[in-house]
């Protein structure tokens, strides 16, 4: 069973995939999976700052999760304030750059397992 969050407030607010992942996707799916026993996967759209949520379905690890190598949004409010962002310029809507290599995964997300903190 899926639900959709048209407007996700985390994301449209920060415009921010790291902020998304870690502040929001990350301990949301852990919360479900772990604490409430239901597994959930959420799947965040950085066009339109929804996001579904698949409820039953076990949550890949970050390795896994194209949400963890999402590029720098355009519009990141953190990117503006990180004084060393990886990409300026990566499109919410393309992983793509100039010459059609993949950009880069945002500089301020973070892949950290629970329990090895």
Do not use: W
């Amino acid at each position: 069973q899926g639900v959709t969050i048209e407007k996700c407030r985390v994301l449209e607010s920060s415009g921010c995939a790291s902020v998304c992942s870690n502040v929001c996707k990350g301990p949301t799916q852990d919360f479900f999976t772990n604490d409430v026993g239901l597994p959930l996967t959420m799947v965040p759209d950085y066009e339109t700052f929804s996001c579904e949520f698949i409820f039953g379905a076990t949550p890949p690890s970050p390795e896994d999760d194209p949400a963890y190598s999402q590029p720098c949004l355009s519009q990141c409010k953190v990117l503006s304030a990180d004084p060393k962002p990886a990409v300026l310029e990566a499109p919410a809507h393309s992983p793509a750059v100039e010459g059609g290599a993949a950009a880069p995964p945002c500089s301020n997300l973070q892949t950290v397992v629970k329990g090895a903190e």
